[in-house]
């Protein structure tokens, strides 16, 4: 039986999420990719409630992204979501890649989110 590259991805989610846990005071950044989007959550794990959204589906960040390629797109999600952070208050938080590899798309958003006045 031979291992895709979805298990393996699945295989390292898992690795990073016994180390990666979010709190009120410094909440966890979930990042999930597809072919097309960009997705990223900011989750209080202790609550189980998701703080802020944004992702290249979002009203406002749909507009700017639509002749852009993937990685200025993913860009621009993670200034938005570190913008959404600001709004409630958040500065600080984990970063969790997901089992993606940091790498593309996932250092964009990372950068965009820094560049923005998140730290992690």
């Known amino acids: 039986m031979s291992i895709t590259?979805?298990?393996?991805?699945?295989?390292?989610?898992?690795?990073?999420?016994k180390?990666?846990?979010?709190?009120p005071e410094r909440p966890r950044l979930s990042i999930f990719?597809?072919?097309?989007?960009?997705?990223?959550?900011?989750?209080?794990?202790?609550?189980?409630?998701t703080l802020a959204t944004a992702s290249t589906l979002s009203k406002d960040v749909k507009g700017e992204v639509a002749e852009e390629n993937k990685t200025e797109a993913a860009k621009k999600v993670g200034a938005a979501i570190a913008q959404a952070c600001k709004d409630k208050g958040i500065d600080k938080v984990v970063f969790d890649r997901n089992g993606f590899i940091y790498h593309g798309r996932i250092r964009a958003l990372a950068e965009g989110a820094r560049e923005a006045g998140l730290s992690f």
Do not use: E, F, M, P
């Open 5 to 17: 590259k979805s298990d393996s991805r699945l295989r390292r989610k898992k690795r990073i999420r």
């Open 19 to 23: 180390k990666v846990n979010g709190t």
């Open 33 to 49: 990719r597809t072919a097309k989007h960009i997705y990223a959550q900011v989750i209080d794990d202790v609550d189980g409630k």
